[in-house]
């Protein structure tokens, strides 16, 4: 240890603002950083389950209607 | 070789690896930053001319290593970009230019605070310091360009021409010291030759710079899962891999 | 490789090289203003203008510094061990100002040969040590009449 108790490992000897803060932001962006990217991952990924999950459900539905051309009669009335 | 670099491109390919590697990246990366932090921080000696201020180089140096690193990884992916339009090439440029602006601007901010207390300023218009600056706004417009077009291709081209420009400014940023008078000091941390600085300082430094190429490497690869999730989200092979319930 | 390929890796290639000879040419006709300060010798030599706003850098010489014991005006002499300056300054010094440490003063030069300086930096080397070592490093050096970073600073003077 370089220092002699913890009030002067803050104080580091009148420098412990200019290093602390810099240890600060430094955490704070890095763990941010792959906090967003993360959570980003995470979204894009239930996005495209759920696209997916929801055009398999109408596939097994209608098993045909993707590979055959079928006239929809629209009622005009 | 050639059918190596093609694979390489794949994006289904890449998944894969960068699932093997990812957990180990993770690991390794924050066990050896945090040794290295926790080292400089505590246990490392104070400095004979700038006492404890001096500890802010622990963060300083890697931060400003990153930065230039990822620029120059950045201009190599946008000459496979513009010479053989490999999709992965793009993926990786525009998945980790915001994390190389947070660098940059981490290596500015605490290079400032460190020069309130050893130089007397926080900032001056040296050639390492305004260098320093530009590459800031390097990464920022390569980011708003890659915004501005909505068209794939065409953003992928000019993302990589703007980055492929700006590469001359890291032989700048990097000999700026040694080239003209400025205030800042040559560097530290060599690479090649012995480094100017007692071993007690030295190796905390190093587990430093290695868990944070790491973590970067982590960090590439799960934005560029993303991005690569974002492109291919109608292929055969997302569809498989989301329906399985594989990440 | 493919024909199409190698023409545009050809045109990457010349695209780069030509800005790189573009920037090269331009930092090298600038470079007297990308200089951060002018070192004593310049000054000497009568290279650096005359009441305009400049930097001056280079060491405090060893002996050189003379407070004011009323008020908080210093005068000392930038030297880089072959021409020396004198500088005049009122204000508060950076905490590592002392004799054989770097230093980069903004003022005006005048008439006389004065800089008068309105902002003094401290400028330090890329060397880090523990206190011990450098005591010990000093002490093995004091037999030569050299301050440790001498060879440092001979070396720094090929600017």
Redesign the interface.
């Known amino acids: ?3 002699e108790s913890f009030s002067a ?1 803050l104080a ?5 603002p ?2 602390w ?3 600060a ?2 955490v704070v ?2 763990a941010g ?2 906090f967003w ?2 959570k ?2 995470q979204a ?2 239930r ?3 759920r ?3 929801q ?2 459900r109408k596939g097994q539905a209608k098993p045909k209607a993707a590979a055959t051309f079928t006239r929809v009669e629209i009622s005009q009335d | 070789m050639w059918q190596f670099f093609h694979k390489l491109g794949s994006p289904k390919w890449f998944f894969g690896i960068a699932n093997r590697f990812m957990p180990w990246l993770l690991a390794g990366g924050l066990i050896l930053l945090a040794a290295g932090l926790v080292w400089g921080l505590a246990f490392a000696p104070k400095d004979y001319l700038q006492g404890n201020s001096y500890r802010i180089i622990f963060i300083h140096v890697p931060s400003a290593f990153l930065a230039q690193s990822i620029y120059i990884m950045m201009a190599s992916a946008a000459v496979v970009t513009l010479v053989w339009r490999m999709k992965l090439a793009d993926v990786f440029v525009k998945s980790v230019a915001p994390v190389g602006l947070m660098f940059t601007f981490l290596a500015l901010f605490t290079g400032a605070v460190w020069g309130k207390p050893t130089w007397g300023t926080w900032w001056v218009w040296d050639a390492r310091l305004t260098s320093m600056l530009i590459l800031l706004f390097l990464y920022g417009g390569a980011i708003a360009l890659d915004r501005s077009i909505n068209d794939e291709k065409s953003a992928a081209r000019a993302v990589a021409v703007l980055v492929l420009v700006g590469v001359v400014n890291i032989p700048i940023i990097k000999y700026s010291v040694d080239w003209w008078n400025t205030l800042h000091q040559p560097a530290t941390f060599k690479l090649t030759e012995k480094p100017s600085m007692a071993m007690e300082m030295w190796v905390p430094l190093l587990l430093s710079v290695l868990g944070l190429y790491l973590l970067f490497g982590w960090l590439a690869c799960l934005r560029m899962k993303t991005e690569i999730l974002v492109r291919e989200r109608r292929t055969r092979w997302v569809k498989e891999l989301v329906l399985a319930g594989r990440k | 490789m493919h024909p199409i390929r190698k023409k545009r890796l050809t045109i990457v290639i010349f695209l780069v090289a030509g800005l790189a000879v573009a920037v090269g040419l331009t930092t090298y006709a600038l470079r007297q203003n990308i200089n951060l300060f002018y070192d004593p010798t310049e000054i000497a030599a009568g290279n650096a203008p005359v009441d305009v706003r400049i930097r001056a850098g280079g060491m405090v010489e060893e002996g050189s510094v003379v407070r004011d014991t009323e008020s908080l005006a210093v005068r000392f002499r930038v030297t880089n061990f072959t021409d020396s300056v004198p500088v005049e300054y009122v204000g508060i010094l950076p905490d590592l100002f002392a004799e054989g440490q770097g230093v980069v003063a903004m003022g005006r030069l005048n008439n006389d040969g004065l800089f008068v300086a309105d902002q003094v930096l401290a400028k330090h080397d890329e060397n880090y040590m523990p206190p011990e070592v450098a005591d010990a490093l000093e002490k093995s050096s004091k037999g030569q009449h050299k301050s440790p970073y001498a060879d440092k600073a001979a070396e720094s003077q090929a600017y």
């Open positions: 240890m370089a220092f490992f580091m000897e009148g420098h412990g200019y290093v803060t810099c240890y932001v430094f962006l890095l950083m792959v990217s993360a980003r991952h894009t990924y996005m495209c389950k696209s997916h999950d055009q398999a």
